[in-house]
């Protein structure tokens, strides 16, 4: 199957900085790639659609001014989660939509952040 | 709001039990995916079916995917505990869109 990284893995930041999530599709090239959040043993909870070359569509209470998504080459889409608080501590996870494929998506990871 | 319910939510079974998690949906799906998750990872793929009535065989998981498009099960025959996980189901109304996921089952395999 195909290969989606992210990076980092994990990372503890303070209240009030940023945090930046990259999510790189390692063996092919993905106009669309998603970005989710989960909270523990519950399902993936979609933020938005990140589209190479345009701006992100996100889901509905998403704020998109919070959650800064940047998809600028058919490989990489990064998340910067501004001006973290303790609420947004969750794990973050990615995945890519195969072009040839049948609506499958690959998913990164995750990322575990906690912001204290 | 496309909705794709998973039943059941929680299961414990003792291992070489066999079980089924259902995904059902009044919505048709174009294709429908299975994804099993371990705590801390990612969801993996395990399968993508795509025609009505089609049954893909993963070793000693079935994946069925409904007449109408609208639902799906996964059967697990002698579970193991390294079948221990999350199972996730997602339907894709279009190849380009956004995909539905179900609220998952977590899945226990006692040795």
């Known amino acids: 199957g195909a290969v989606v990284s992210q990076h980092p893995s994990w990372v503890i930041c303070k209240s009030g900085t940023s945090v930046k999530i990259e999510c790189r599709s390692l063996d092919f090239q993905a106009t669309t790639m998603f970005w989710y959040r989960q909270f523990p043993k519950q399902s993936l909870m979609l933020m938005a659609t990140?589209?190479?070359?345009?701006?992100?569509?996100?889901e509905q209470g998403v704020e998109k001014d919070k959650f800064l998504i940047n998809h600028a080459s058919l490989t990489l889409s990064t998340l910067t989660v501004t001006s973290a608080h303790p609420e947004d501590s969750s794990f973050y996870i990615c995945?890519?939509?195969?072009?040839?494929?049948?609506?499958?998506?690959?998913f990164g990871p995750g990322t575990r952040l906690l912001v204290l | 709001t496309q909705l794709l319910e998973q039943s059941p939510q929680f299961l414990s079974i003792q291992e070489g039990e066999n079980l089924t998690v259902y995904c059902n949906s009044s919505?048709?799906?174009?294709?429908l995916q299975w994804y099993r998750q371990e705590p801390g990872e990612g969801p993996v793929l395990l399968v993508t079916?795509?025609?009505?009535?089609e049954v893909k065989k993963l070793k000693r998981l079935t994946f069925q995917f409904g007449d109408a498009r609208k639902d799906s099960s996964l059967h697990i025959t002698a579970a193991q505990p390294g079948d221990t996980g999350l199972y996730l189901c997602a339907g894709a109304r279009t190849n380009a869109g956004k995909s539905t996921f179900g609220d998952g089952t977590t899945l226990t395999v006692k040795p």
């Open positions: 919505s048709v799906f174009s294709s």
């Open positions: 995945s890519a939509r195969d072009p040839g494929g049948p609506g499958t998506q690959y």
């Open positions: 990140s589209n190479e070359g345009s701006k992100a569509t996100y």
């Open positions: 079916v795509v025609t009505g009535g």
